[in-house]
């Protein structure tokens, strides 16, 4: 397996339809933590507060605590180079769009335009009564629980445990992997399902797989063509030099 940054290049060139697939790794240097792992958020925090059914019993309870999680960190964050560069990839035509699991917003604020949020969104919120939507700007997260007009709890938008993928993104997504020629899998493990099925669905499918993650994944043995052992942000500063972004 090389990790030659003119063959990153060349691949990424040459792909009729290139996806950028991402996990938490790419938004820690944006001050976001991971999930798991070294100061992984749950290492900190019960994760029984984003459970579904944990959320449709003890609302007020599950809030308190969603409050330290996602809306302090991750909501004031900013895109750092990786989002950036992935951001370029797309305007410039290398890669047709991003499929991400993260739910900070921060490739759609660094530019992409094509981003299939596999695990939803923080920045809106729906009502489990009547499912009015809102914007997170215009919800006043200080009262817990946030409430709609109709009086019915407010949801974050992102998938909690129990739930399932939203079907759109799923599709779409599905659809991403199938149809690439190159896949650029950056800062996830390959542990979480079903998202860690898709590079091995566009591996089946014919696509050619650039891993960059500090640490060996689940994919780097298994289907990974061209491993960057790196941080995100290090890989497409020297990829957006290389490539003349």
């Known amino acids: 397996m090389k990790s030659d940054i003119q063959t990153a290049v060349q691949l990424i060139k040459n792909a009729e339809y290139g996806v950028v697939f991402t996990g938490a790794g790419v938004s820690v240097e ?4 991971p999930f798991t792992g070294a100061g992984g958020l749950w290492n900190r925090y019960d994760p029984k507060y984003i459970e579904i059914n944990f959320f449709e019993n003890n ?3 599950s ?8 809306f302090t960190d991750m909501d004031e964050a900013s895109p750092n180079k990786a989002h950036q560069v992935i951001a370029k990839l797309e305007e410039k035509g290398f890669v047709k769009g991003v499929i991400t ?3 900070d917003g921060l490739h759609q604020r660094a530019g992409s335009k094509n981003v299939q949020e596999f695990h939803g969104t923080i920045h809106t919120l729906s009502c489990v009564n009547c499912g009015r939507k809102y914007r997170l700007e215009d919800v006043n997260v200080e009262q817990v629980p946030p409430r709609c007009f109709c009086g019915g709890v407010l949801k974050p938008d992102f998938v909690f445990y129990g739930e399932g993928i939203p079907p759109l993104a799923y599709e779409k997504s599905l659809e991403m992997a199938q149809n690439a020629d190159v896949m650029i899998i950056v800062g996830t493990a390959g542990q979480v399902m079903p998202a860690c099925s898709l590079p091995l669905t566009a591996k089946q499918f014919g696509a050619k797989i650039i891993e960059v993650n500090p640490l060996p994944s689940a994919f780097t043995d298994t289907v990974t063509d061209v491993y960057f052992p790196e941080k995100a942000g290090e890989f497409f500063a020297r990829l957006e030099k290389e490539m003349k972004l």
Request: hydrophobic share 45%; no cysteine; charged share 30%.
């Open 30 to 33: 944006s001050g976001i933590a």
């Open 101 to 103: 699991q993260n739910i």
């Open 63 to 70: 809030w308190r605590e969603m409050k330290k999680i996602f």
């Open 59 to 61: 609302p007020a309870e």
